[in-house]
Every structure is written in C-alpha cells, then in structure tokens.
C-alpha cells in the first residue's frame, strides 16, 4: 500500500525501520481444530512500549480486526522472563509493556480463533482439510509505525501433505512441511495471504503472459478441485482481456487463492497480487453455482488495479490503526463492480444475457424498489461504509445498505454510455481505464491515492463534459428513484421494464421455494410464510405488513408460496383482491391487498432502431 512516492505519509516514529526484522512464525498444523498459532520475536527498546493489533483492515474498510478471537497472548524476554501486558482502557487493540532494562528482543505467543459466524477474514477460514490464513490475525506490531517500514520475516508449518498457494516468496528451498519466506514490510505480509490445503490445485493460467498468473485452488474433497478445461480457458481469457482493458499489471505474479468450503466464511478480498475468494464446496463444477458466482473472480482481480493500486486518499492509510474514510468507495467498490461484472461477460463466465437479467435486477431493485433513498443519498451509504457492513435484515430497504456497489455499477454504465454517446463510439469507459488504472505502466505493487478532483479530471481528458456535476448530481440525489435509470434507458440501445416472468436471476433466488413479490405487492416471502421486506409505500406496507410476520394463509387456505402466486394471477385486471392471514409475535389479524397488475420481474427490453450500446460494451477486447 505504501510503497511509492507518491504518497504523503505521516511522519511517525519509525525506529523499528532501521532494526532487524520481526521474526514471524505461524503454525497452522492445529488449524483443522480452528485454533491457529503463532510465535513472534521482535525488536524492542527497554522502556515503556505500546504493541497494537490491527485493527482496520484494508478491502474491509472498517475496524474489523477480530481482536475478541485473539487469545493466548504471552510476552517473554529470551531468558523466559514474563513481561506483563496491560490493555489499553479506551482503545482494545492497544497493549503497554515495560521492556525490561537490558533487554533487545522479546517473544511473543499468541492464538487466533478461526470461528465460523465472524464476517469477512474475520470469520471462518479452516475446515477439516484447509486453511486460509490473514496473517493480520496473528500479529503484534510497534504502535504508531508505518506499516511500509515495519519489516517482516515469516516462516510457515503446514500440516503434513498439505500443499499452500501465496504471493509471498520462498527464501531458499521450501522444506517438508515448514516453509520460511523473504522478508517483507508489514505492508505486504498483511496483502499476501496464505491458503493450504489438503486437496489443493495450482493451475498456471495464461502462460504467454506475463507477469505469471495462478488459480490456487484448495476444496474440501478431491472433487471440488477438478473444474472444466472450458473454466480454466475462461479465467486464462480474464488475464488476457484484463490486460487489454487495463494497459498495465502493478504486480510480481497474481493468485487467485479460491477456498471451496461450505465451513468457511463466503466473500472475497481484494490484495496487489492476490485475491482471498472464499466460496460455497461445489461453485467450481456446479454450472449454476458457477454462474452465480460468476463476478467473484473478475471484482476481486480488478481490484488490484482499483482499490490496490489506485486508492481513495481516504483509504490509503499508514498502518491499521489510522481510521479510514469511505467517502470515495463508489469507484473505488462502484467502478470495480461495473468493470468487473463487464469482464465477466467479456471473458465468457457469463452470457450477455445472464449480465444483462443480473443488470436488471439491481436496476430493478434501486429504482422502484429502494426508498431508503429519499432520505439516505448515495454518497451516505459510501461515507457510513465502515459500520454498514453489518446491516441487513428488516426495513433493508428504507435503511439502505452498501449501496456503492450496486448504485455505483448503474453511475459507472451512465458514464461510459456517455462518453461512447458523446465521442459517437470512438471512446469509452475503456480509455479512462487504461489512462486512470494504467497511470505509470507496469509497476511493482504500490498506492497512488486519488482524490474527487483527479476521477473528474481523468473524465475531462478522455471527452470534455461538466463531469463533476454530472456525478455529484447523481450521488447527492434524495429522488425516489435510481437517478442513473434516465441515462441508462436513453443511451444503452436496451429499457428497463417488468414482465410476469423472473429473470434468471430471480429464479435463482426463489430456488429455495422462496417468491420474491417486491416489485408487486411489495415484500418477499420464505417458503415457510415469514415475510422477508417489506418497501415501503408498497401495497403490503399500506395494509400493515412488516418484515418477519408469517403469513398463515392465503384467500383462507393455507399459506404456500404457489397459492400466493396463483393469487396474484387470479387478482390481475378485475379479479378479487388478495387476504392475507397474518401472524404478528402471537396475534393473528386479516388483511387485504388491493392489488390487480399482476407478477412483477425486472428486465432490459431492447429498443429498437437504438445504437446498440450495452452490446458494445460487452465484446471481448481481446482475439
Ligand atoms: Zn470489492
């Protein structure tokens, strides 16, 4: 993160700069057992010292260190002497120690709890036959140092025949079962993640390529490793268009460290030459779950160009205890979303079609179904990044949620339909790629933070246009809905409608027996008959309907989610209205719903005799 010139850092005490490295050594030989060890010997000064754990961890943009499944934290002189840790009263992830007189170095012991339920790297990262490690988790660090200066020398045991996969280096010839890596600042051990395993796969990808890029592949049997020549082809295709998009790679080697686990935490985080993608067992040889998760890998690989390399000012922060400042994660989680849901169509993981019903669906949801917005402006939902995460639930839709993403993809499509409107096709959103993501050419990893003021005037010079108004009208918007729709609907040759037919993505979501009803009465329904959301100003907000009432029954039959569609079939034009037996904590009451229009699905319709623009975006740029 801070390896560059460019970037202003604070000028905070660094002594530990000029000292010998903190040895590292961790131990994931009991990680079957969820308990991850360490032992850490670090350079000290006698006198009063302050150890931090980190804290705010970068890609999760919050203070989302699992400092509460830190245990067995012991700190010892060479000579086995116990030095005691007091915590800090007011910040948790502080501990002062006297270093006592005469003494350089000391060691520490300390444990990670690898828990299931925790989110992010946080949360489950081992099974029976894996494991995935953060060394963030595993770490005590000088408090007020730069992360860049803070040098590492990590040494790593696996249980016997595990192979690992990491972007981290080998110092000499790997051992057995315990591998010792070149030293590195705190920086690039924090962004170079391990993962190991029992049945693990190395697939070199793009081989004429370089620099060189790897699918790590770690699963919970044999079989979840064994994926399609046709998706090795499609992630080799990804190396290649990215490229082409990019004009640059600001890396030594890439991995993609993909966990296929239903034990572990599902989500994936972004790091200069690696991506931490952690999944459902079977995503990689079930077709349907590897099109659902198809914008995994090209999200999480584009971030090593936005996010990584180039950073919000706000996020390019010193070390993990400096607080981070969301307000710019709609490009920098906005415009990865839309380039990489682009990629995934450009490189064949998905249809044009399958991108198309997805693009639906998010319109769908952030026009018409995303009232939250009359009071919570997009730019909010990026500012509040760091606490939001964890929301969800009930009311989803007045509170908003990490909009960024979603919204920021529709903001991001507006601006490249407009520049290909404005330059009659010969520029694109391509071009800003290249000369924003590319600044400089290939480079080692390294931070070049940006601020509103740059993304502007990287806008101006690929077509001149009032840019900055054009996005704050567009963040700073409290319209009931999605400001992006007006652009999007005029300019990409497609329009955003309804049918009675879900889309694929909709019948993904009702695989489980669900019914998703937002778009008509106005909330969705589990197979059991606990309501979901429910929108408010819908149909069911205006009888009295809530999230996590169980509806009993339907026109007084007994509730199944085929009985309620059929109702909302039957009640179309001058058909009856809908009753609905509702139960509330206990207390049942009837409503009904006076709703005559039908089923409701988001999807795009193409308009005819229009450029055909969104197709355009979609072509591979490669042969
Ligand atoms: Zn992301």
Known sequence: MRLCSFILLTSLASAAAAQSPINLSVDLTDAPRNLLRATETIPVQPGAMTLVYPQWIPGEHGPTGPIINSTGIIITTPKGERVKWERDPVDMFSYHITVPAGVTSLNIKLDFLGTAGAQFSAGGSTSANLALLSWNTLILYPAHTNAADVRVTPTLKVPAGWKYGTALEPSGKPGEDTTAF??????????????????????????????????????????????????????????????????????????????????????????????????????????????????????????????????????????????????????????????????????????????????????????????????????????????????????????????????????????????????????SLNDFAAAFEGLGGNTAPKVVPYTFEDIVAALNAVVPNDWATFLRTRLDSNELH???????????????????????????????????????????????????????????????????????????RAFTTGLLRAAIKDAVGKGPGIELIVENTGYFKTVKLNYHDGEKYPQFVRVDGTPTRMDDILKPMTK
Not at 265 to 284: C, M, P
Not at 382 to 403: K, V
Not at 492 to 509: A, F, I, Q, V
Not at 510 to 530: D, K, M
Request: charged fraction near 25%; hydrophobic fraction near 35%.
């Open 182 to 427: 070149k030293t590195v600042s705190l920086e690039q051990l924090v962004d170079s993640p391990v993962l190991a395993g029992r049945w693990f796969r190395e697939i070199h990808l793009a081989p004429d390529v370089t620099p060189q890029h790897f699918l790590d592949l770690a699963g919970d049997g044999p079989e979840d490793i064994a994926l399609s020549q046709d998706h090795i082809d499609e992630f080799s295709k990804l190396v290649r268009e990215t490229g082409a998009l990019y004009m640059s790679r600001h890396y030594n080697s890439y991995h993609f460290l993909v966990t296929l686990s239903d034990q572990v935490a599902h989500f994936g985080l972004e790091h200069h030459q690696s991506s931490d993608d952690r999944v459902e067992e079977k995503t990689f040889v079930d077709d349907s779950m590897f099109t659902e998760n198809g914008l995994l890998l090209p999200h999480e690989f584009t971030h090593s160009w936005n996010g990584k390399y180039r950073r919000p000012a706000g996020l390019a922060t010193p070390n993990y205890q400096e607080p981070m400042k969301g307000d710019l994660l709609w490009v920098y989680e906005g415009l990865t979303e839309y380039l990489g849901d682009i990629l995934a169509a450009r490189c064949g993981i998905w249809s044009a079609d399958t991108y198309r019903d997805r693009l639906a669906t998010i319109a769908g949801y952030l026009n018409d179904a995303r009232p939250g917005r009359t009071w919570r402006d997009l730019q909010d939902t990026a500012t509040e990044a760091q606490i939001l995460y964890s929301a969800g639930g009930p009311w989803d839709n007045w509170r908003r949620n990490t909009d960024y993403y979603d919204e920021g993809e529709l903001l991001w499509l507006e601006v490249d339909l407009t520049i290909r409107q404005k330059t009659n096709g010969a520029k």
């Open 482 to 556: 999605a400001p992006e729709m007006a652009g999007i609907n005029a300019l990409s040759g497609y329009k955003l409608t309804y049918t009675d037919k879900p889309n694929y993505w909709s019948t993904l979501e009702e695989g489980s027996g669900s019914l998703n009803a937002r778009w008509s009465l106005g909330f969705s329904v589990g197979s059991s008959g606990t309501i979901g959301d429910v929108i408010i100003g819908s149909p069911a907000d205006k009888v009295g309907l809530a999230p996590e009432f169980k509806i009993i029954a339907v026109n007084g």
